[in-house]
C-alpha cells in the first residue's frame, strides 16, 4: 500500500481553548502524519521533559562569554543561566578559568565575546563600579578586605552607595551629614549583627581571624545591596569544622538577604552540600552543566578532576 | 631667651605652611599612588591669583584668599582629569614624567601672562604683639592657628567621613574598592581638589611672610615640602605634619643663627639623608613587608 507523508498542524489547547506553549511545560509534542490508501496514519510522540523551575526568573544569564588574552583562550563561549534564589556553583580544575568568569562578570575584564545580562539588562562593557551598582558583588580568592579600617567601616565603605550623601554635604551641611552618617552605621550595625560578626565591629579588619575575615569579605559585598553575590573560593583556607559553618552561613545568607549565589569552589563537600546547579569549566570551555549530583557523577567531568 | 621662643613661633608658623603644602603630596600620594610635582606650581598659581584681586583690581585680601582658594582647587580638579586620570594604569614613571611635565608648563603659562619679573602682592599690614615681653608677628600667630584647624579638620574628615572612608578604601586596594561600589575616580579628584585648596592657603600664607610671587614662586616650597612629606613617611598625614613642623622649625634656627643662615637651606635638605638613614621610609612611615 502507498504511503504518503502529510502535513498536520498541532495545536494543544488547555481546558479553556487557549493555546498551550509546549516549551513553557516541559513538553514536546511530534505528530507525523501518512497517509494510506483512503485513510492516515498517525504516529503522535509525547516528550515529557523533567520540570524546571520556570517560575523564577533569570537573575544572571550569559550567552558565549569569551575572553582572549593574546593567542590564549581563557574563557570559550561560556553560558550562563541562573534563577532568582539559585545557589549555582562554578567548578573546574586548576586554571580552567573561574576567576576569569568573575572577571568578566564585575567588569575588570571586557569580553572579547558574548554578553551578559543582569536581571534582563546588558551589563557587557560596563565598569566596575557601574555593575556593583546595578547589583553584582563579590568576594575575593585572597582576601582583600581594607585592613587598616576597623570591621565597621569596611561595611560602611560597602554601603557608600547606599546612604546618599555627596562631598559637599560631608563638608558643609553638618546637619545632614551627620544623619545620613547615624543610617550607615546603624545599617552596618545590623549587617554585622546578621553575620554574627557584631561584637568585632571595633576591631580592625586585620586583626580579625581568618574564618571571620571571610565572613567579613561577605558582609562588605552585602552591603552594597546586590542582586547576584558572586563568592570566589570562600572555603580556601578553611577547616571542616569552619567549612560547615561556612555552608551554613551561605544558605543564611540567600534566604536573610533574598540574594542569588553564584560561587567558585574546590572543596567538593561545599559544592554537592549546598549548591543546586552546577557548571564545570575546563580550558575555558563548559564541560558540563546542570543538576549538581547529576553532573558530578558524569564521567567527563570525574575524569577532568582526576585525570585517566 | 625671648629671642629663642620668637623664633620657634616662627618656626612653627613656617612649619605650618610646609605642612599644608606636604598633606597635598602625602595624600595624592597616599590615594592616588603618584608623586604629584606640579604640586608647587599650584602654590604659585594661587599667589597671582591673589595678585591679581590686589594688585591688579586692588580690591579686598581677603577676597583674594577666597578667589586663590576656588582657583587652586578648581585647577587641581582640572590637572587631575586632564593630565593624571588618562595615565590612571599606566606606569608610574609616565606619571612622575607627567607630573614635571604640567609642573613646567604652569610656570610657562604664568610667565607669558605675567612675565617673569616679580611682582608685589600687598595682603594685610601685619603688626607685632608682645606677649609677655616677647614680640611675636601676628602672621605667625595666624598661619599656626589656622594650620592647625586645617589639619584637625582634615583628620576629622578622613576618619569620620564618608569620603574618608572612601580615600582610606582607595589607598589600600583601588580594584576592591571599585568592586565595593567607590567610585574611585571621584575619590581620587576629590584628593586632588583639598590638597590644592590647601596649597592656595600655604600660597597665601607664604605671601604674608614676603609678599612678592614670580613664576618659580612654588618651586622651592613645594620641594621642602615634599622633604617633609618623606621625612614624616609619605602617605601618612600625621607624619606630613610632623615633617612639615620639624622642617620648618629647623629652617628658622638656622637662619637666626649668622654664621648659619647662609647654610639654613642645606641644612633643611640633611635632614633628609639623615632620617631616610635612620628610617627609610619616614618617621610615622609603615614598613614595606615583603612577601616572600
Known sequence: MKKTKASVRTEVLDKYGRPVDLKEEGMDVQVEAYRIGGGFDLD????????????????????????????????????????????????????????????????????????????????????????????????????????????????????????????????????????????????????????????????????????????????????????????????????????????????????????????????????????????????????????????????????????? | MSEIISTIINGLSQGGVYALIALGYTMVYGIAKMLNFAHGDIIMVGSYAAFVVVGMMSSSPFLAIFIAVVVCTALGILVERLAYRPLRGAPSLSVLITAIGVSYLLQSLAQIIFGATPVMVPMFDFKFVDIGGISIKIQSLITLAVCAVVIVLLLFVIKKTKVGRAMVAVSEDRGAAQLMGVNVNRTIAITFAIGSALAALAGIFSLFVSPVTSPTFGALPGIKAFVAAVIGGIGSIPGAAIGGIILGVVEQFALSVPFLSPYADAIVFSILIVVLLVRPTGILGKKQREKV
Open chain 1, 44 to 308: 503522535i510522540k509525547i516528550k515529557k521533559e523533567p520540570p524546571k523551575k520556570h517560575d523564577r526568573p533569570i537573575v544572571l544569564k550569559a550567552t558565549g562569554l569569551s575572553i582572549q588574552f593574546g593567542g590564549l583562550k581563557a574563557v570559550d563561549g561560556l553560558d550562563l543561566e541562573i534563577r532568582e534564589g539559585e545557589l549555582y556553583g562554578l567548578i573546574g580544575p586548576n586554571g580552567a578559568g573561574k576567576t576569569t568568569v568573575f572577571n568578566m562578570l564585575t567588569g575588570i575584564y571586557k569580553p572579547t565575546f558574548g554578553r551578559f545580562f543582569l536581571c534582563g539588562k546588558d551589563l557587557t562593557g560596563k565598569t566596575p563600579l557601574e555593575i556593583n551598582r546595578e547589583g553584582i558583588a563579590r568576594t575575593f580568592q585572597n582576601i582583600r578586605l581594607f585592613n587598616s579600617l576597623t570591621v565597621l567601616e569596611n561595611v560602611m565603605v560597602g554601603l557608600n552607595n547606599q546612604v546618599p550623601c555627596t562631598v559637599w554635604s560631608s563638608m558643609f551641611r553638618l546637619p545632614r551629614h551627620m544623619k545620613s552618617e547615624k543610617i550607615a552605621r546603624e545599617r552596618a550595625h545590623e549587617i554585622l549583627r546578621i553575620m554574627g560578626l557584631d561584637e568585632y565591629s571595633d576591631y580592625l579588619a586585620q586583626n580579625l581571624p581568618y574564618g571571620k575575615q571571610r565572613k567579613l569579605e561577605i558582609a562588605r559585598a552585602l552591603a552594597t545591596n546586590p542582586k547576584l553575590l558572586l563568592l570566589d573560593e570562600p572555603a580556601a583556607g578553611m577547616n571542616p569544622n569552619e567549612t560547615q559553618e561556612l555552608m551554613d552561613t551561605i544558605r543564611f545568607v540567600r534566604e536573610k538577604f533574598k540574594v542569588t549565589i553564584l560561587l567558585i569552589e574546590h572543596d567538593m563537600k561545599l559544592v554537592s552540600g549546598i549548591c543546586e546547579n552546577l557548571t564545570v569549566l575546563n580550558f575555558g570551555q563548559i564541560l558540563a552543566s546542570g543538576d549538581t549530583h547529576e553532573v558530578l557523577n558524569r564521567p567527563e567531568v570525574v575524569k577532568a578532576y582526576l585525570g585517566d
